[in-house]
């Protein structure tokens, strides 16, 4: 027995929760190293101001899979080509980060400290109600001086990644050609809704949900990509054939920092969001609009669980943990 065998056994926790309203509309997809696939799709892709049903084709606020499906797999393809390395001081490639202070904090971390969360910098700060322009934005970013503190999960850890990876390029990053099924920008009419957002005055679709991307333009290191189920899995496919990666940086990828934070992603431990019944070479991450992506290299398999659990509003009870906890130890007990 496989989980390709039991999809529907596996899908129907989620599939429950959109029968009772705790979220609207939900995407299962399951894959393997050679390509052997399976989706399913119940729910909505919005519910107001109309509704419409969730189909296939439809692209997910991806939110932060973004740090992961883009930004972490971008700059370590740069590594890879020697354009820089993971122990690069951060304004070795940034020069005017904190430039009026050349013994700053800041101009110290390395890349990899960003990609594993090991800074002092804050977890999420309101940078969008300073109400700037993109580019003005972008400036206060790299000149503000951040508040010490213990390392936390940040999303400035990744804006300032971003950043990095438009200087070594020299092209912003809405202007990357993604494989088929990802992007940063998506068809309104074919995407699926995320929050009625008292910021914004009206239901996001097509749009990106996190404030803080929406006000650098769109696209930004920590969030702004899109995803359709399939483009999903076709990246965590590539990731397990090797994701184009040198041995040595792939390895980063599963080989634990600090804690069980690799470099983007987070290893399989007790009690993770994963579930149970995994290899210890499992990975995985999660986004804040519903959206999840785990692999296990060990098994050669691969799953994502997408919702729109944020839809119409952030501020209800989903129990959108319990379901990928749940949905992820089904397909691990039949994964042996």
């Given at each position: 027995m496989t989980p390709f065998d039991q999809i529907d056994v596996i899908f129907a926790p989620a599939r429950k929760a959109c029968a009772e309203g705790r979220i609207p509309g939900a995407a299962l997809g399951l894959i393997t190293r050679d390509g052997t696939r399976a989706v399913r799709v119940a729910g909505f892709a919005q519910i107001e101001p109309e509704v419409v049903p969730l189909a296939q084709e439809m692209w997910f606020d991806l939110a932060s899979l973004t740090k992961v499906i883009f930004t972490t797999h971008a700059v370590l393809t740069l590594v890879d080509q020697g354009q820089m390395a993971l122990d690069d001081p951060l304004a070795r490639h940034i020069p005017d980060l904190r430039q009026y202070e050349s013994a700053a904090p800041e101009r110290a971390l390395t890349l990899r400290q960003l990609l594993a969360h090991q800074t002092h910098l804050p977890a999420v700060e309101p940078l969008y109600t300073l109400g700037q322009d993109p580019e003005t934005l972008r400036a206060y970013i790299l000149q503000r001086v951040w508040t010490s503190g213990s390392p936390v999960y940040s999303d400035i850890n990744y804006m300032?990644?971003?950043?990095?990876?438009?200087?070594?390029?020299?092209?912003p990053l809405a202007d990357y050609v993604l494989p088929e099924g990802l992007g940063f920008s998506p068809p309104p009419e074919k995407s699926v809704a995320t929050e009625r957002?008292?910021?914004?005055?009206?239901?996001?679709?097509?749009?990106?949900?996190?404030?803080?991307?929406?006000?650098?333009?769109?696209?930004?290191?920590?969030?702004?990509?899109?995803?359709?189920?399939?483009?999903?899995?076709?990246?965590?496919?590539?990731?397990?054939?090797?994701?184009?990666?040198?041995?040595?940086?792939?390895?980063?990828?599963?080989?634990?920092?600090?804690?069980n934070r690799a470099l983007g992603w987070e290893v399989n431990e007790p009690g993770w969001h994963g579930g149970t019944g995994h290899s210890d070479h499992t990975i995985g991450h999660l986004g804040f609009t519903g959206t999840g992506l785990w692999i296990d290299f060990k098994r050669e398999i691969a799953w994502t669980l997408l919702t729109n659990r944020v839809h119409p509003s952030r501020h209800t009870d989903t129990g959108i943990m319990a379901l990928r906890r749940e949905t992820g130890s089904l397909i691990g007990s039949l994964s042996g």
């Open positions: 300032l990644l971003g950043f990095l990876i438009e200087r070594v390029t020299g092209r957002c008292a910021w914004r005055g009206r239901v996001m679709r097509g749009n990106v949900h996190d404030e803080n991307a929406f006000a650098l333009g769109g696209a930004a290191g920590h969030a702004g990509l899109f995803g359709t189920i399939d483009g999903v899995l076709d990246h965590a496919r590539y990731l397990l054939e090797g994701g184009g990666l040198l041995g040595e940086t792939f390895r980063g990828m599963i080989t634990p920092v600090a804690g």
